[in-house]
T-cell receptor, first 113, second 112 residues
Framework: EAQVTQNPRYLITVTGKKLTVTCSQNMNHEYMSWYRQDPGLGLRQIYYSMNVEVTDKGDVPEGYKVSRKEKRNFPLILESPSPNQTSLYFC????????????FGPGTRLTVT | GNSVTQMEGPVTLSEEAFLTINCTYTATGYPSLFWYVQYPGEGLQLLLKATKADDKGSNKGFEATYRKETTSFHLEKGSVQVSDSAVYFCALGSSNTGKLIFGQGTTLQVKP
């Protein structure tokens, strides 16, 4: 089954404790992206990757890091999480940029206390 | 810069009512336009899309037409069902970055 998986689905952590949210896709997609969803703001792009070893900042990259060492994986790293990074995070992948459909993972609910 | 504005929700309708969710955009060039739907506890999934002016996207009884003259992409459905209850996002696709720019989302609740 074609899918994007994220782990963990739920995470509660404390300020400053490094964490990684994994994202994996099995569709051989070139393009992958991370978004955060906040009430009243829709989804905003954090980082994206056009291909292996190629990443670039989205609209809200501060406080996040990513890497793309393999085509299927695109982990999101929070080196020193802060409470304002409490949010719902989605990973997505597609064949390329728009107009291709983006396939979304199920989301990771992160709470930073 | 590019942006998307959706009508605010929540929208509450009775089953079989007509649905319109307004979406307007600001963009340079010729973006692609999308409607994504998010059911409770799930990720977003593509509902329909249109890639050029006057294109009509349709799926599961939903329709939207890419109107360049009014910079709009309104979502419509003739007869909603309880199972259509979800959050609907209008989005604009940037061809150079692949980025989707989302509206704030509109919650639809359909009552039996």
């Amino acid at each position: 089954e074609a899918q994007v998986t994220q782990n963990p689905r739920y995470l509660i952590t404390v300020t400053g404790k490094k964490l990684t949210v994994t994202c994996s896709q099995n569709m051989n997609h070139e393009y992958m992206s991370w978004y955060r969803q906040d009430p009243g703001l829709g989804l905003r792009q954090i980082y994206y990757s056009m291909n292996v070893e190629v990443t670039d900042k989205g609209d809200v990259p501060e406080g996040y890091k990513v890497s793309r060492k393999e085509k299927r994986n695109f982990p999101l790293i929070l080196e020193s999480p802060s409470p304002n990074q409490t949010s719902l995070y989605f990973c997505a992948s597609s064949l390329g940029g728009a107009p291709y459909e983006q396939y979304f993972g199920p989301g990771t609910r992160l709470t930073v206390t | 810069g590019n942006s998307v504005t959706q009508m605010e929700g929540p929208v509450t309708l009775s089953e079989e009512a007509f649905l319109t969710i307004n979406c307007t955009y600001t963009a340079t060039g010729y973006p692609s336009l999308f409607w994504y739907v998010q059911y409770p506890g799930e990720g977003l999934q593509l509902l329909l899309k249109a890639t050029k002016a006057d294109d009509k996207g349709s799926n599961k009884g939903f329709e939207a037409t890419y109107r360049k003259e009014t910079t709009s992409f309104h979502l419509e459905k003739g007869s909603v069902q309880v199972s259509d209850s979800a959050v609907y996002f209008c989005a604009l696709g940037s061809s150079n970055t692949g980025k989707l720019i989302f509206g704030q989302g509109t919650t639809l609740q359909v009552k039996p």
